[in-house]
């Protein structure tokens, strides 16, 4: 019965993922799940410069970037800014908080479910 508790606590932990990581040598893809018509990437690599996010279908939102040093990011969602939910974060010096990558912490955090190329 616990095995069959934790496994559908699991289930539903991952089924919830709206967000996640997965890394290819120096780099890291970033993947938001959203339905959205547009969604940008901004990060403390390079002053938070908005970058288009590549649209994978079925709600699937991918962006590519250096992954090999920390950094923080947030994205653009459809004109708002918009926050998912990340195991780190802090506030900004303008009140508003970001997301942070910390390479030697952050791990795949993938979704065996969601297929992105």
């Given at each position: 019965?616990?095995?069959?508790?934790?496994?559908?606590?699991?289930?539903?932990?991952?089924?919830?993922?709206?967000?996640?990581?997965?890394?290819?040598?120096?780099?890291?893809?970033?993947?938001?799940?959203?339905?959205?018509?547009e969604?940008?990437?901004?990060?403390?690599?390079?002053?938070?410069?908005?970058?288009?996010?590549?649209?994978?279908?079925?709600?699937?939102?991918?962006?590519?970037?250096?992954?090999?040093?920390?950094?923080?990011?947030?994205?653009?969602?459809?004109?708002?800014?918009?926050?998912?939910?990340c195991?780190?974060?802090?506030?900004?010096?303008?009140?508003?908080?970001?997301?942070?990558?910390m390479?030697?912490?952050?791990?795949?955090?993938?979704?065996?479910?969601?297929?992105?190329?």
């Open positions: 019965m616990k095995w069959a508790i934790l496994g559908l606590t699991i289930a539903v932990l991952v089924g919830c993922t709206t967000h996640y990581y997965t890394r290819q040598g120096d780099m890291v893809s970033i993947i938001l799940k959203k339905n959205a018509q969604v940008y990437f901004a990060s403390s690599l390079d002053q938070f410069t908005l970058h288009p996010a590549q649209k994978k279908g079925d709600g699937l939102w991918k962006i590519q970037v250096p992954g090999n040093s920390t950094f923080r990011y947030f994205y653009w969602v459809d004109g708002a800014e918009y926050l998912p939910d195991r780190f974060k802090e506030f900004d010096d303008f009140g508003k908080q970001n997301c942070i990558f390479p030697h912490i952050s791990t795949d955090v993938s979704n065996p479910r969601l297929t992105v190329n």
